[in-house]
């Protein structure tokens, strides 16, 4: 494990950080409603977050059609522009952080590693999630789904990040709980921890290798030197 002179910690933010299914079930039911299409269950949406917004929003619009029917355009972006609008007003109402968050970040960060964020959530929801939670002042950066040309499983977001720390990416971990954390990771040429508790379409976070697998978020501090 690097020092925290050479390394850094870079995390994901829905099903690593914060579980937000909750509150994006309540919003994209909102828009699904508003245009007359299906509702959706809340068990149903931890397997559809990770892509960001607009898989999303595709998954959920798609599961009130027959599988041999195409979706309409139209429909998708309609539902996309609801879903922006609803969960903005319902950001943190059922979000919280899962247990040992805000206590691990806190000693990485008493320790001296930089932290930042890599998400596949549009970056304006960013912010407001992480003040509302109090975790806003751990981190130095953060990029979401939108802040760059590619996200991930792309290594874009976290070669960046990696730049803007002045890291070398051998140095730095990737933290994350979906196999778009772990496959941006192998790419970028960074080690990473699988989280077993979050979202990941249903498969174990395991069989993407991942360096290390913790069932807990605390137990990422086992890792310091």
Not at 146 to 166: F, G, I, R, T, Y
Request: glycine fraction near 6%.
């Amino acid at each position: 494990m690097p020092s925290a002179q050479d390394g850094a910690f870079i995390f994901d933010l829905d099903g690593t950080l914060v579980d937000s299914v909750p509150d994006i079930t309540r919003a994209i039911n909102l828009a699904l409603k508003a245009l007359k299409r299906p509702t959706c269950e809340e068990g149903d949406v931890r397997h559809w977050i990770g892509n960001g917004a607009k898989a999303l929003v595709r998954r959920a619009v798609s599961s009130g059609f027959r599988p041999t029917i195409d979706v309409p355009q139209r429909l998708l972006e309609e539902t996309h522009t609801q879903f922006l609008k609803y969960y903005s007003d319902t950001l943190c109402e059922s979000s919280t952080l899962y247990p040992g968050v805000k206590e691990t970040l806190a000693e990485l960060k008493r320790i001296g590693y930089p932290l930042a964020i890599a998400t596949n959530k549009p970056a304006r929801f960013i912010a407001p999630i992480c003040e509302t939670l109090e975790i806003n002042t751990f981190f130095s950066l953060c990029v979401g789904g939108d802040s760059l040309p590619e996200k991930k499983p792309s290594p874009l977001p976290l070669a960046h990040l990696c730049h803007q720390l002045n890291k070398q990416s051998h140095h730095c971990i990737m933290v994350g709980d979906s196999k778009n954390d772990i496959l941006a990771a192998k790419a970028a040429g960074m080690r990473s921890v699988g989280l077993t508790y979050g979202y990941n379409y249903g498969e174990s976070i395991s069989q993407y290798h991942p360096d290390w697998v913790f069932d807990d978020f605390s137990e990422i501090t086992s890792l310091l030197p």
